[in-house]
């Protein structure tokens, strides 16, 4: 869960404040997120390396989500999250307990339309270079925290595709050395997805707690 709550914080959780933002990133990344809006669903695979600078040591994870207008369902490390657009319900296999909240209250859940468009809130951008990623030419963009005394993180680094404008990977270096390397493996546009996929249903989970904020 602490993984989690630092990979995803961060996306809404910076105070809007004005500055100058560069006009070629800028551009960029205003197509990706017009992109993601128009879609009116959407599938992604993903992969999170999480790397440890005190000790070394990385944890390899994979992580994938349904989205539908407000709704999704997450899975990420073995726990899942469940949004209807209103309430949303974090099942932690672990604890074996589920933790429910208002779906505008759920800042650190794993929201992958967020995730697919990090940089819409609390970033300021700079434009570095084009180079290949897994056989494919990519934009690459350094995106700085408005307000970092607020920030868990000095910067991330997204790498978005030039022929399909979506992003494809994202490097995220946190204040106490912990890097977050996040790639998507797999993006379906417009999937055919059931309004089910998007109902917590109780007794899929006996004997967990639910605890509600």
Same mark, same amino acid.
């Given at each position: 869960m602490k993984i989690i709550a630092l990979t995803f914080l961060i996306l809404l959780s910076i105070p809007h404040q004005t500055f100058a933002q560069d006009k070629k990133a800028e551009g960029i990344l205003n197509k990706v997120s017009g992109k993601m809006k128009a879609l009116k669903c959407f599938y992604v +695979?993903?992969? #999170? @390396? @999480?790397? /440890?600078? #005190?000790? *070394?040591? &990385? +944890?390899?994870? /994979? *992580?994938s989500g349904w989205v539908k207008g407000n709704k999704y369902n997450a899975s990420f490390g073995g726990n899942t999250i469940i949004s209807n657009g209103m309430k949303t319900w974090t099942i932690i296999k672990e604890d074996k307990t589920v933790y429910e909240s208002d779906a505008n209250n759920d800042g650190e859940s794993i929201n992958p339309k967020k995730i697919m468009t990090i940089w819409e809130t609390g970033f300021k951008n700079k434009y570095e270079k084009e180079e290949a990623l897994n056989g494919e030419t990519v934009h690459v963009i350094n995106l700085f925290p408005k307000n970092p005394a607020k920030s868990d993180? #000095? #910067? =991330?680094? @997204?790498? =978005? &595709?030039? &022929?399909? /404008?979506?992003?494809?990977k994202a490097i995220m270096k946190s204040k106490d050395g912990t890097t977050i390397t996040y790639s998507v493996t797999k993006f379906q546009e417009n999937p055919s997805i059931n309004d089910t996929k998007f109902v917590f249903e109780k007794k899929n989970y006996p004997g967990y707690p639910v605890i509600k904020d």
């Open positions: +695979e993903f992969n #999170s @390396v @999480v790397k /440890n600078k #005190s000790n *070394g040591k &990385s +944890e390899n994870q /994979n *992580g993180f #000095s #910067s =991330i680094t @997204v790498y =978005i &595709s030039k &022929s399909t /404008n979506s992003l494809k």
